[in-house]
């Protein structure tokens, strides 16, 4: 036990103290369950804690490796073991390293088509802050590969003497950064967090030039790495499993650009604009700016420099820089049935905007299941989120959009919610759709998320317990005064059936807060419901100071008492933070 002096008034100090962490009433309870039994503890992780044969043996092989507090003694094997005290049992539980909330390996099927997976999306990769006037750099392109993001969006435009290629957010003050830079630190860091497939998408604003130059760079910078399909068109995509290590590129085959560019601008001249949003149109409306974020768009004078008669332009240019491309992609044109359309010999990418998902889901929400159940789906932030925060990922992950592109330094609620989604599998970036998803019925029928769903699983949680903010903060970091007064906010984040927030009362004046309050949630899909976790200090003439925060999976949650780190707003893991929890489903 320790004690904390705190200065008030200027003259006075006042002493408190901190009692070290006790075990709560359960872990002492389970302790005496088996504290005779020398195997004890194999049964205990199999059987309380639910752990498979095979991550019983490997748990309790990290266990052998010694460790402080004694706990290698739990895991000996011979009937003449010691019996564990409660303290070595105690560290165990509370241990993150040995005891995790969820698995750390990948564990489900990575050999079904691409389109099956949820994958950890980027949007405008390189930009270090608002989509304004912030700079362009490699730097958050390498952050966001090693916080294990496996889709990279660049923005290509020519530099000003129009001999090379630029990366930057067009139309803006944003600065550039030469492309040649990104692929140098994209190839470095591509598989520094994962092993599986890295997507590139190239949102193009080139002349056919500098496309031929941009192919050359693409193949010399990543060699055997780069993914180069089969000229044939693909009626699947490829599984992760066939691509482990491998670089792919998605984009718009040239001429297929051009000739969107044709149609659009044949329709701008038809006078019929006002009319295209009452007929379902998704076509962009530059007085709505939420409808669009300003990418796949060539201005008036790209189209006109480039030479789309040319028939080198069609044998060479467009040859070299498309057969790169292993994911054809493409925005709405015509109207929304039409732009979702199933093609059964051609798989393809579509982009639509949050705005323009949202509209999709009202009026064709089983369209776009149907749609994303072979092909994908990429979502990306409306134009006007200028300060790079993000949207609700929710409407996307329930109607199969595979790709749901995120502000990565956006640190707002929402970012936490993705970091916290792909935490699963192993974070490898890749998490397999629910099976909901890509059933479809004898008539055709597919899964609704706005059908009143009944209770498919019941999720109780109970926090015990938080610890370390003594290892990781300083005494006043929360109250200049006297020690914390923490509580924690417990919650689901899912479809708006499961979507609740809870919290335990207010441990006042507490470096180790000891709330052993359980909640219940009612589940209709668990498959996406993610747990919300976060530690706050209550301050009653001010904001409350955050302390801590996580995004758990509500399906990979491990059963039994469980050791959970915290993370920072930005979803870094604390180095010592951690609650005492417990999972259990019915």
């Given at each position: 036990?320790?004690?904390?002096?705190?200065?008030?008034?200027?003259?006075?100090?006042?002493?408190?103290?901190?009692?070290?962490?006790?075990?709560?009433?359960?872990?002492?309870?389970?302790?005496?369950?088996?504290?005779?039994?020398?195997?004890?503890?194999r049964?205990?992780?199999?059987?309380v804690?639910?752990?498979?044969?095979?991550?019983?043996?490997?748990?309790?092989?990290?266990?052998?490796?010694?460790?402080?507090?004694?706990?290698?003694?739990?895991?000996?094997?011979?009937?003449?073991?010691?019996?564990?005290?409660?303290?070595?049992?105690?560290?165990?539980?509370?241990?993150?390293?040995?005891n995790?909330?969820?698995?750390?390996?990948?564990?489900?099927?990575?050999?079904?088509?691409?389109?099956?997976?949820?994958?950890f999306?980027?949007?405008?990769?390189?930009?270090?802050?608002?989509?304004l006037?912030?700079?362009?750099?490699?730097?958050?392109i390498?952050?966001?590969?090693?916080?294990?993001?496996?889709?990279?969006?660049?923005?290509?435009?020519?530099?000003?003497?129009?001999?090379?290629?630029?990366?930057?957010?067009?139309?803006?003050?944003?600065?550039?950064?030469?492309?040649?830079?990104?692929?140098?630190?994209?190839?470095?860091?591509a598989?520094?967090a994962?092993?599986y497939?890295?997507?590139?998408?190239?949102?193009?604003?080139?002349?056919?030039?500098?496309?031929?130059?941009?192919?050359?760079?693409?193949?010399?910078?990543?060699?055997?790495?780069?993914?180069?399909?089969?000229?044939?068109?693909?009626?699947?995509?490829?599984?992760?499993?066939?691509?482990?290590?491998?670089?792919?590129?998605?984009?718009?085959?040239?001429?297929?650009?051009?000739?969107?560019?044709?149609?659009?601008?044949?329709?701008?001249?038809?006078?019929?604009?006002?009319?295209?949003p009452?007929?379902?149109?998704?076509?962009?409306?530059?007085?709505?700016?939420?409808e669009?974020?300003?990418k796949?768009?060539?201005?008036?004078?790209?189209?006109?420099d480039?030479?789309?008669?040319?028939?080198?332009?069609?044998?060479?240019?467009?040859?070299?820089?498309?057969?790169?491309?292993?994911?054809q992609?493409?925005?709405?044109?015509?109207?929304?049935?039409?732009?979702?359309?199933?093609?059964?010999?051609?798989?393809?990418?579509?982009?639509?905007?949050?705005?323009?998902?949202?509209?999709?889901?009202?009026?064709?929400?089983?369209?776009?299941?149907?749609?994303?159940?072979?092909?994908?789906?990429?979502v990306?932030?409306?134009?006007?989120?200028?300060?790079?925060?993000?949207?609700?990922?929710?409407?996307?992950?329930?109607?199969?959009?595979?790709?749901?592109?995120?502000?990565?330094?956006?640190?707002?609620?929402?970012?936490?919610?993705?970091?916290?989604?792909?935490?699963?599998?192993?974070?490898?970036?890749?998490?397999?759709?629910?099976?909901?998803?890509?059933?479809?019925?004898?008539?055709?029928?597919?899964?609704?998320?706005?059908?009143?769903?009944?209770?498919?699983?019941?999720?109780?949680?109970?926090?015990?317990?938080?610890?370390?903010?003594?290892?990781?903060?300083?005494?006043?970091?929360?109250?200049?005064?006297?020690?914390?007064?923490?509580?924690?906010?417990?919650?689901?984040?899912?479809?708006?059936?499961?979507?609740?927030?809870?919290?335990?009362?207010?441990?006042?004046?507490?470096?180790?807060?000891?709330?052993?309050?359980?909640?219940?949630?009612?589940?209709?899909?668990?498959?996406?419901?993610?747990?919300?976790?976060?530690?706050?200090?209550?301050?009653?003439?001010?904001?409350?100071?955050?302390?801590?925060?996580?995004?758990?999976?509500?399906?990979?949650?491990?059963?039994?008492?469980?050791?959970?780190?915290?993370?920072?707003?930005k979803?870094?893991?604390?180095?010592?933070?951690?609650?005492?929890?417990?999972?259990?489903?019915?």
């Amino acid at each position: 036990m320790g004690s904390y002096a705190y200065k008030y008034c200027m003259c006075f100090t006042r002493k408190f103290r901190s009692p070290d962490a006790q075990p709560p009433p359960d872990v002492r309870a389970a302790h005496l369950s088996f504290a005779s039994d020398a195997h004890a503890l194999r049964r205990f992780v199999a059987g309380v804690q639910g752990e498979s044969p095979a991550d019983v043996d490997r748990i309790l092989a990290m266990l052998s490796g010694g460790h402080s507090h004694g706990i290698a003694r739990l895991v000996t094997r011979s009937p003449a073991a010691s019996t564990p005290t409660l303290e070595d049992f105690f560290a165990f539980l509370f241990s993150p390293d040995l005891n995790p909330p969820i698995a750390h390996q990948v564990h489900q099927d990575m050999s079904a088509p691409f389109s099956h997976y949820f994958v950890f999306t980027g949007h405008s990769s390189y930009l270090t802050g608002n989509q304004l006037n912030s700079d362009s750099s490699d730097v958050p392109i390498v952050k966001a590969l090693q916080g294990g993001v496996r889709v990279i969006e660049l923005d290509m435009w020519p530099n000003p003497s129009k001999d090379n290629v630029d990366i930057l957010h067009g139309g803006t003050l944003t600065a550039p950064v030469e492309m040649i830079k990104c692929l140098k630190s994209i190839k470095e860091y591509a598989f520094c967090a994962s092993n599986y497939p890295l997507v590139i998408t190239l949102e193009d604003h080139l002349t056919p030039d500098l496309q031929a130059k941009v192919a050359t760079m693409l193949t010399e910078t990543f060699g055997d790495l780069l993914f180069v399909p089969n000229p044939d068109p693909m009626k699947e995509f490829p599984s992760p499993a066939s691509l482990m290590k491998r670089i792919i590129i998605s984009t718009k085959p040239p001429q297929e650009y051009k000739e969107f560019l044709k149609a659009e601008n044949n329709r701008s001249g038809s006078g019929n604009i006002a009319e295209l949003p009452d007929q379902g149109s998704l076509r962009r409306i530059d007085s709505n700016a939420d409808e669009s974020d300003g990418k796949d768009e060539l201005d008036e004078q790209d189209e006109e420099d480039s030479d789309e008669d040319d028939p080198k332009f069609q044998q060479d240019t467009a040859c070299e820089y498309r057969k790169l491309i292993t994911i054809q992609a493409g925005k709405p044109k015509g109207h929304l049935r039409d732009a979702l359309k199933v093609d059964p010999d051609k798989v393809r990418r579509l982009s639509l905007s949050e705005t323009q998902l949202a509209k999709a889901t009202i009026s064709h929400g089983a369209e776009v299941i149907r749609f994303t159940q072979k092909n994908i789906l990429r979502v990306y932030p409306k134009g006007t989120r200028v300060n790079s925060s993000n949207y609700d990922p929710m409407n996307a992950w329930t109607h199969g959009a595979q790709m749901v592109a995120f502000n990565m330094q956006g640190h707002d609620k929402a970012l936490r919610l993705m970091q916290g989604f792909f935490r699963a599998n192993g974070g490898c970036g890749y998490v397999k759709k629910p099976d909901f998803l890509l059933r479809t019925g004898p008539n055709g029928e597919v899964f609704d998320p706005k059908a009143s769903l009944s209770v498919k699983k019941t999720l109780k949680v109970k926090v015990y317990m938080g610890d370390r903010w003594r290892m990781d903060f300083s005494k006043t970091h929360f109250d200049a005064f006297s020690p914390p007064d923490f509580y924690t906010k417990v919650g689901i984040a899912g479809v708006k059936a499961d979507s609740v927030m809870k919290k335990t009362r207010v441990i006042e004046d507490q470096w180790v807060p000891m709330w052993d309050e359980e909640f219940t949630f009612l589940l209709t899909v668990p498959e996406l419901a993610l747990l919300r976790v976060e530690v706050q200090e209550y301050d009653m003439s001010e904001k409350h100071d955050f302390g801590g925060q996580t995004v758990l999976p509500v399906w990979e949650l491990k059963q039994g008492i469980r050791a959970v780190p915290l993370h920072d707003r930005k979803g870094v893991r604390y180095k010592s933070v951690r609650l005492l929890m417990r999972f259990d489903f019915v």
